[in-house]
Structure formats: structure tokens, C-alpha cells
């Protein structure tokens, strides 16, 4: 018996691993169909005060409870008047879903989705570094409908949760796969985005350019494989509370989707461009089933907030040199603020 009971777990446990197979569909490919989320606290670059990719599971579940408080902070609004003139905040948790778990790929906790280089930050150059900070720059200025941010303007989501690379916002982090034999669509909830990737397809003529890039995939074994090249112009600068990223025109972005457990899609990029990084870089990401069924989005119907981020520009009068001047002097306070800054992990473990 003590000879067998070994033998016996150990065939126990080969059999549940093989127990589970690739899904696949009608015509052979793997079936990645459903609704699926990518919501996470875990940044797109790795904060100050974390030096690992990879941490322990109790240091993860210590980040997590700091989050949950920090979360909880912001419904704790002070009496009174809220100051004016200063950045108060924006919504209350009831409006915010961006997950309470640190990233688990393949089951460790990671601190970034950045997986290389190793500090877990992007390798801009010199020209890509100048040409986010103008782009960021040039977001303060909305004089006009058209200056908004494609966000504010419902056009795309907010930062790249269309992508690619298809990363995690504050709320509305679910998507749902389809699949047909030529194709495979991906509906973003963020702004009811939609990409729609061409198995074995050309490319598209050199100036179309859709909002989410021009996608053709291919299967290797059971990977869907996806390069996007001729990013549309306006979407260079991807912002959002959670990540600021500049992906250029003529950038290139690899992606390889796999299905590993009935619960798992592994998700990893691969973002290239000699003009704006000094070197490729990767992130991975894992996608899990989303509870529940994706709705409409309506963003804001009539532009009614138009009206009022437009009278409050205008009634500054600030433009040119003058306005440039302002904006240096009096840097955004979104980047230390508790609920808009990026401290949330500003300490280790």
C-alpha cells in the first residue's frame, strides 16, 4: 500500500491536468468565444517602491487590502463645500470597477503588466519621450469640441482598453469574443469599440486607418496571433487614470491570445517601433470570465457636459504662450492626488 498510494495520486493528478481540453469550433479553431474580463489593480508599468515583477501572495494580498482602503477613501468626502477651483476628484466607487486583485498570470501575482524590460516601465527614446509629453501637454487645451479627448468625445475608450495592447481602465474592463471561420470580433464595452480581426487577411491600403489599428491574425497550434500596424493619427496618445501610453502611427503590436484552462485566456503583446522606443517591449495580462453579459454603453447623451468643459475654457481666455506658460507653472494636480495621482503603490509590501 505505501508502494501504491504514490502511484495512485500521482496518476490522479496526471488525469485531472489532461482532464481539460482546448475548446474548439465548428471548423477546427479554438474556441475563445464568451465574455471576458481583464480588470485588475495592477498598473501597466510598475510604481515606485516595487522593485519585483513578481511578488509573494501574501505581499500581494497586503497591496490589495491598501487599495481597498484607498478605494473606500474616496467616498469619504470632507463637509462643506468642496473646495473650488481644485481637483475634487471624480467618481465615487458606485461608478468604479476596475477589480480588487493584484494580476495572476499562470497563477503568480505580478506588479506590472510590463514583463519587459525588466524595470517594468516603457523604453521610450528621446523622440517618443518629447512626443507623449507634447501630446499631454496638448490635452489641456480644449477651446474646442474637437480638442476633447477622444473619450470625453465617446469616439474610443479611454487609454487603450480597445487597444491594442488591450489594457485595464477604471470600469467597463470587459469583452466579448466572437468567432467565425474568416474572422474573430472582439467588442470592447468601453465606448462599444469594436475590432474586427481578419484571419490570413491583407493589409489595408497605407491611409485607411481605423480607430483600433488594421488587425490580421493567424493560428499557431492553439494561439490566435495578431499584428496591428496604421494606427490612426489621433490615437497616439492612449490616456486614462491608470495608464498614459504613446503608441506611434507606424507602430507595430504583436498579440498572441491562448486559451489554457476553461477559466483562463493568456494574453501577451509585444509593442515595436525604432522611432519611439529604444527597444521593443512585452506585457502580459490574463482574461477571465466576466460576470455577467456586456450592455450598451451611451456615454454621455447629448454631450451635455460639452457645454460646460467648453463655457469653463473659454471663460479663462488662455491661449498661446500665455496658456503654455500657465500650464508649466501650475503642473496638473492629477498627478499627485489620492484618487487621480499614480502613489496608490508607493511603498513596498
Not at 58 to 76: C, S
Amino acid at each position: 500500500m505505501k508502494t501504491l498510494l504514490p502511484s495512485l495520486l500521482l496518476f490522479s493528478s496526471l488525469a485531472s491536468a489532461q482532464a481539460w481540453q482546448t475548446p474548439r469550433m465548428p471548423w477546427g479553431a479554438p474556441d475563445l468565444q464568451g465574455t471576458w474580463t481583464n480588470a485588475t489593480i495592477t498598473a501597466l508599468e510598475r510604481l515606485d517602491g516595487l522593485d519585483e515583477l513578481v511578488i509573494t501572495e501574501e505581499q500581494a494580498r497586503e497591496l490589495e487590502r491598501q487599495d481597498a482602503g484607498l478605494a473606500a477613501d474616496i467616498d469619504n468626502l470632507p463637509e462643506g463645500d468642496l473646495p473650488a477651483g481644485k481637483v475634487v476628484g471624480g467618481y465615487n466607487t458606485a461608478w468604479l470597477d476596475a477589480g480588487t486583485r493584484m494580476l495572476r498570470v499562470k497563477g503568480e501575482p505580478r506588479t506590472s503588466i510590463i514583463v519587459e524590460p525588466k524595470n517594468g516601465k516603457v523604453p521610450y527614446n528621446i523622440r517618443g519621450w518629447s512626443r507623449y509629453w507634447w501630446r499631454m501637454i496638448k490635452t489641456q487645451k480644449r477651446n474646442n469640441p474637437e480638442e476633447q479627448l477622444l473619450g470625453d468625445r465617446c469616439v474610443v475608450g479611454f487609454g487603450s482598453t480597445g487597444g491594442p495592447p488591450m489594457l485595464p481602465v477604471l470600469y467597463n474592463n470587459n469583452y466579448q469574443f466572437v468567432q467565425s471561420p474568416g474572422q474573430v470580433m472582439i467588442l470592447v464595452e468601453m465606448n462599444h469599440a469594436v475590432r474586427t480581426i481578419r484571419i490570413g487577411g491583407e493589409p489595408l491600403p497605407e491611409q485607411i486607418r481605423p480607430w483600433l489599428g488594421d488587425s490580421i491574425g493567424h493560428w499557431e497550434g492553439d494561439t490566435l496571433v495578431v499584428e496591428t500596424t496604421r494606427f490612426h493619427p489621433q490615437q497616439s496618445l492612449r490616456g486614462a487614470i491608470k495608464h498614459q501610453l504613446y503608441v506611434g502611427m507606424n507602430s507595430k503590436v504583436t498579440e498572441r491570445f491562448t486559451r489554457i484552462g476553461e477559466q483562463e485566456i493568456h494574453y501577451e503583446f509585444t509593442v515595436e517601433d525604432k522611432t519611439v522606443y529604444r527597444r521593443p517591449w512585452r506585457g502580459e495580462l490574463t482574461f477571465r470570465p466576466a460576470d455577467g453579459q456586456i450592455y450598451e454603453f451611451a456615454c454621455h447623451e447629448g454631450n451635455y457636459g460639452m457645454i460646460g468643459i467648453l463655457a469653463g475654457e473659454r471663460e479663462q481666455g488662455v491661449n498661446g504662450i500665455r496658456w503654455l506658460f500657465e500650464l508649466v507653472t501650475n503642473m496638473l494636480e492629477e498627478t499627485d492626488h489620492e484618487q487621480l495621482g499614480p502613489g496608490r503603490f508607493n511603498r513596498k509590501p
